[in-house]
C-alpha cells in the first residue's frame, strides 16, 4: 500500500495499462478482463486486476496530465513491480489524414516541459516508446479495421491550449495528436528500466473542431485497448 494506492503486495500486475479517467479504467476492466478485482479506490482513481487469455493484467487510472500520472507510474514500478506499462486514453488530432475514431500508437512524445525536466535541466531528453511494444502494437493494429497511424505526438501541460503559433509548429513537424501524459511515462520507464507505450484514439480534432459525443467515445475505443492488451503479451 502506497499513499496514492491502497493495493497490498501482489495485487498488482506486472503489466498495467493507464487511462487517465477512473471510469474507463474500470469499463475497461468489466469488458476485457476475466473476473476483474478492485484493488484501489483511494482518491477514486479506480484501479482493477484481472485475466486476459491467461495473462495477468491491471488496469489503473492515472487522472489527467503528466504529474498526476507521474505519481501513480511512480508507485506502480516502485513499489508494486510493474514492469509494462501502456498508456489508452484520447487524444486531439493534429494532422489532415488523421481521422476521428483512429488509433494513434505514439513512437515518441515531445513536450514543452514535464515533471521530470528539471532532472534534465539544459538536456533536451527525447521521450520515446519500446520498440518490442511498438512493433507489436502496430502488428496488432494491422489485424483489424481500424485506420491507425504510427508517429510521434506532443505531450501538453495544458488543455485548454492558448498557443495557436506552437500547434502550427507541431503540425509542420508532422505530429499526429496532442494528449497530456505520454511524455512522462516514457520518461519514467527509461528511468526505471521498464517497457511503456501509448495507444491513443482520436476524439477530436484541433483543426476541424470536430469532436466525438462522449456516448461515442466509450464505444470507440475498444480497438485501441485489445491492441494494448495484444501488444503487452506479444
Known amino acids: 500500500m502506497t499513499i496514492h494506492i491502497g493495493a497490498e503486495p501482489g495485487q498488482i500486475a506486472e503489466t498495467v495499462l493507464m487511462p487517465g479517467d477512473p471510469y474507463r479504467a474500470k469499463w475497461a476492466a468489466e469488458t476485457f478482463l476475466e ?12 484501479g482493477f486486476t484481472g485475466h ?6 491491471t488496469i489503473q487510472g492515472s487522472g489527467m496530465g503528466m504529474p498526476s500520472l507521474s505519481i501513480y507510474a511512480n508507485e506502480l514500478i516502485r513499489d508494486f513491480g510493474a514492469k ?10 493534429m494532422q489532415e489524414h488523421v481521422a476521428l475514431r483512429d488509433v494513434i500508437i505514439a513512437m515518441t512524445a515531445s513536450a514543452v516541459s514535464t515533471p521530470s525536466a528539471t532532472i534534465f535541466r ?17 502488428a496488432a493494429a494491422g489485424r483489424r479495421e481500424v485506420k491507425t497511424h504510427v508517429g510521434g505526438i506532443y505531450s501538453s501541460d495544458v ?9 502550427e509548429q507541431m503540425v509542420r513537424h508532422g505530429i499526429l495528436g496532442v494528449e497530456m501524459e505520454a511524455a512522462e511515462l516514457y520518461t519514467l520507464a527509461a528511468r526505471y528500466g521498464c517497457r ?16 466525438l459525443p462522449a456516448a461515442e467515445r466509450q464505444s470507440s475505443f475498444g480497438d485501441m485497448v485489445e491492441i494494448a492488451l495484444e501488444a503487452a503479451f506479444a
Open 196 to 211: 511503456a507505450l501509448a495507444v491513443l484514439t482520436v476524439s477530436d480534432h484541433l483543426s476541424t473542431g470536430e469532436a
Open 35 to 46: 473476473s476483474p478485482e478492485l484493488v484501489n479506490e483511494t482518491r477514486g482513481m479506480l
Open 159 to 167: 488543455f485548454y491550449d492558448e498557443r495557436p503559433d506552437l500547434n
Open 52 to 57: 486476459w487469455r491467461g495473462n495477468r493484467v
Open 122 to 138: 539544459e538536456f533536451a531528453f527525447a521521450p520515446c516508446a519500446d520498440w518490442s511494444l511498438l512493433q507489436a502494437a502496430a
Open 84 to 93: 509494462t506499462l501502456i498508456r489508452i486514453g484520447s487524444c486531439g488530432g
